[in-house]
């Protein structure tokens, strides 16, 4: 889905990407590492610096996905303010709406990514984290 939407001119090219013998970060356009001097090919290294610039973006949006759901406690907070009442209960009734979707399109997009990095492995973990109290908090309010 995300390949049809880019159109690839050399400034969205993705050009870093990690060196597989020494795990430092280089540049593509290099044809050997410059930490360990071990040499690149092309195309393995344009396909690993894809793949990172994917788990980047996994890690960012999963970033974003936390700060969503960090919204909900405030907005109950705005349940408690007179007046206030109505806004609170739309931005819980939104989040109710968007965090499982945005869940759900986080997975689709990213799951499937295979990879040991520390970064992309937290990120999965706080999608789950968030899934599991959106779960929570839902089912007290249904309850
Ligand atoms: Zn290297």
């Known amino acids: 889905m995300a390949n049809g939407l880019s159109i690839t001119s ?19 356009a290099s044809s050997e590492c410059r930490f360990c001097f071990a040499s690149i090919d092309p195309t393995v290294a344009e396909a690993a610096a894809a793949k990172m610039a994917r788990i980047n ?42 965090v499982p979707v945005w869940i759900a399109l986080w997975c689709f997009r990213f799951l499937r990514i295979q990879s040991d990095d520390p970064d992309f492995r937290r990120a ?10 959106w779960a929570i908090v839902v089912g007290f309010r249904i309850l």
Do not use: H, N
Request: proline share 6%; charged share 20%.
């Open 57 to 98: 973006r996994a890690c960012s949006d999963a970033s974003y996905l936390k700060i969503a759901a960090l919204c909900a406690p405030a907005f109950l907070l705005i349940l408690f303010i007179p007046f206030m009442t109505l806004m609170g209960e739309i931005g819980i009734i939104f989040l109710e709406v968007a």
């Open 124 to 133: 999965k973990k706080t999608v789950l984290i968030v899934g599991v109290a």
């Open 10 to 28: 050399d400034l969205d090219k993705p050009k870093i990407f990690e060196c597989p013998s020494c795990k430092q970060t280089i540049d593509t």
